[in-house]
T-cell receptor, first 112, second 107 residues
């Protein structure tokens, strides 16, 4: 077990709704990264938070937003859900920006 | 060209076989790499880090060839439990994943 937890494990939403996914980082880690993984693909980087500040963003539209809290847990928010947002959303934490990242079990989002 | 590319496989090998995967990368500034494995519908798990020319951990050996810009992963004496998808990753803050190589080890 990595010590990284995510909630919820599964979620079903309809197109146009908004969703918030949560991640608790491993103890001692100050960096959290979020990834989207569609079926049959490798994870795609959404953004990274380091000490409560966004530290890099992938090729995702602004309706994907996030937060990191003082305890280094994090949220991913997605507005105006689209069918293509259906995917496994992975959170990974690391003890600093350039170190190995350890993944949580993911949240499987289905948009209908 | 993708920043990290892998042969998607699948590689089907018998137990006890030796199997090697290659991964090519395009950014010559990349200094280190990771190999993760990802079982079906689970999260990626860190397998090995490669910070210099190579790294060995039991049956697993990873090598980095900077001149040719590729990383390899060698698995000796394959076990059934090695069946998984192996992801080559370039860490530059964010992790750039290859699409993964599927390995199936058969009895």
């Amino acid at each position: 077990e990595t010590g990284v937890t995510q909630s919820p494990t599964h979620l079903i939403k309809t197109r146009g709704q908004q969703v918030t996914l949560r991640c608790s980082s491993q103890s001692g880690h100050n960096t959290v990264s979020w990834y989207q993984q569609a079926l049959g693909q490798g994870p795609q980087f959404i953004f990274q938070y380091y000490r409560e500040e966004e530290n890099g963003r992938g090729n995702f539209p602004p309706r994907f937003s996030g937060l990191q809290f003082p305890n280094y847990s994090s949220e991913l928010n997605v507005n105006a859900l689209e069918l293509d947002d259906s995917a496994l959303y992975l959170c990974a934490s690391s003890r600093d920006v350039e170190y190995e990242q350890y993944f949580g079990p993911g949240t499987r989002l289905t948009v209908t | 060209r993708k920043e990290v590319e892998q042969d998607p496989g699948p590689f089907n090998v018998p137990e006890g076989a030796t199997v090697a995967f290659n991964c090519t990368y395009s950014n010559s500034a990349s200094q280190s790499f990771f190999w993760y494995r990802q079982d079906c519908r689970k999260e990626p798990k860190l397998l090995m880090s490669v910070y210099s020319s190579g790294n060995e951990d039991g049956r697993f050996t990873a090598q980095l060839n900077r001149a040719s810009q590729y990383i390899s992963l060698l698995i000796r004496d394959s076990k059934l439990s090695d069946s998984s998808t192996y992801l080559c990753v370039s860490p530059r803050g964010k992790l750039i994943f290859g699409q993964g190589t599927e390995l199936s080890v058969k009895p």
